[in-house]
């Protein structure tokens, strides 16, 4: 019996001891590095990220609706004011711009729809962070650059200017970007 304990004592002093535990990588910190290094091999120093905001489906849905909507009013201004110039060729451009964006719009409306039970949860979440990585072809600092990141930590958007953080945040919409007619790599 005694010889039994001694042996149970040993791993489980290792499982409590902080030392002896083996931490699995920081699935926010492999993101960054994947985004940033592109798939080559190279190292990636993390020195501080802070969460700053997080955003919910809803609140994103009515981000890309008022984009729409702005682009839906310059369009029309647009239109009527070349209808009144009377320059047919411009006129038609800003009409099929204005079908585009309603089909956009509509196409919104029906995604949201699909996604009735889920506009309250998380999109993605906003971030601060400082750090440097380098591979064979590169070399990058980030001094308090700001990244979008999904909770499957998907990167949205990586920049070091915060109001460009949220231009491409749509890409978080299940269907948003076949709804724009472009593949999940394009933008």
């Known amino acids: 019996m005694r010889k039994l304990t001694g ?7 290792c499982i409590l001891m902080p030392g002896c535990k083996e931490q699995a990588p920081d699935p926010l910190q492999q993101a960054l590095k994947a985004y940033i290094l592109q798939g080559e091999e190279g190292t990636f120093q993390l020195y501080r990220i802070e ?3 997080s955003t919910t489906f809803r609140t994103e849905f009515e981000r890309r609706q008022n984009v729409y909507e702005l682009k839906l009013k310059q369009e029309n201004k647009l239109y009527q004011d070349y209808l009144s110039q009377n320059k ?3 006129a ?5 711009a204005i079908v585009r964006t309603c089909e956009i719009m509509n196409g919104l409306d029906s995604l949201k729809a699909g996604m009735e039970g889920r506009l309250d949860d998380i999109a993605y979440y906003d971030y ?4 440097k990585a380098s591979s064979d072809s590169q070399y990058s600092e980030f001094q308090s650059a700001y990244v979008s990141i999904t909770p499957a930590y ?4 990586l920049t070091e200017d915060r109001k460009d953080l949220h231009k491409a945040g749509g890409r978080a919409i299940p269907g948003y970007l076949q709804l ?8």
Do not use: C, M, Y
């Open 180 to 187: 724009l007619g472009q593949d999940a790599d394009e933008e």
């Open 92 to 96: 038609k451009r800003h009409s099929e």
């Open 7 to 13: 042996l149970l004592i040993l791993p489980l002093l």
């Open 51 to 53: 969460k700053i905001d």
């Open 154 to 157: 998907e990167i949205i958007t």
């Open 88 to 90: 047919p060729k411009n």
């Open 128 to 131: 601060v962070f400082s750090a």
